[in-house]
């Protein structure tokens, strides 16, 4: 067990919906990253919170969403769903998200989206 | 723009045999994190290992140990002692150490470790 908590574990919805998947890190860490694991894209990176404000994008569509609340929990955002968009979502968290090479990202479980 | 590949699709290995998973990278960055993640067919994403760039030593984590070659940007796993229950995919990855501490993974190795 990581430390790191994600709801729903899965999600099946329609095309044009709007889901939210939810991500809670690990005791004590500040940065939550969100990352798309796809079988077309592999891992990608989507997203990322350092205490409560953005850090970094990567390739997250304008679609997509996200927010770092005060308690650092983390909620991921994906509207006007698309087939395409079936994959397993990502949550990881780490200590420090600053400019050091040592700092490791523990995931959690996952989210398994499927759009029908 | 970071890189990692991973040219092994799938590797079988006999239980109890030592397995090499390969993995080279590409990056101009100086200081840099490596990171083996091993994803069981359940779907969750272990981490396993780490290597910064500037380590003297090959990392080790009881049956893992990571083969740094620095000229030659490659950053093989070596399993030793495999077990069944090493039967998953590995990932290698990268960490950024600019603004975006980001990963960056290469597309993976399924291992099967047969009796």
């Known amino acids: 067990d990581s430390g790191v908590t994600q709801t729903p574990k899965h999600l099946i919805t329609a095309t044009g919906q709007r889901v939210t998947l939810r991500c809670s890190p690990r005791?004590?860490?500040?940065?939550v990253y969100w990352y798309q694991q796809s079988l077309d894209q592999g891992l990608q990176f989507l997203i990322q919170?350092?205490?409560?404000?953005?850090?970094a994008k990567g390739n997250i569509l304008e679609r997509f969403s996200a927010q770092q609340f005060p308690d650092l929990h983390s909620e991921l955002n994906l509207s006007s769903l698309e087939l395409g968009d079936s994959a397993l979502y990502f949550c990881?968290?780490?200590?420090?998200?600053?400019?050091?090479?040592?700092?490791?990202?523990?995931f959690g479980p996952g989210t398994r989206l499927t759009v029908l | 723009a970071q890189k990692i590949t991973q040219t092994q699709p799938g590797m079988f290995v006999q239980e109890k045999e030592a397995v090499t998973l390969d993995c080279t990278y590409d990056?101009?960055?100086?200081?840099?994190?490596l990171f083996w993640y091993k994803q069981p067919s359940s779907g969750e994403m272990i981490f396993l290992i780490y290597?910064?760039?500037?380590?003297?030593q090959n990392a080790t984590e009881g049956r893992y140990s990571l083969n740094f070659q620095k000229a030659r940007k490659s950053a093989n796993l070596v399993i030793s002692a495999s077990q069944l229950g090493d039967s998953a995919m590995y990932f290698c990855?990268?960490?950024?150490?600019?603004?975006?501490?980001?990963?960056?993974f290469g597309t993976g190795t399924r291992l099967q470790v047969t009796l």
């Open positions: 990881a968290s780490s200590g420090f998200g600053l400019l050091s090479s040592t700092d490791t990202q523990y």
């Open positions: 990056t101009s960055d100086p200081s840099y994190g």
């Open positions: 005791s004590g860490d500040l940065s």
């Open positions: 990855a990268m960490r950024d150490t600019g603004t975006a501490s980001k990963l960056t």
């Open positions: 919170y350092y205490n409560g404000e953005e850090r």
């Open positions: 290597q910064g760039s500037y380590d003297q």
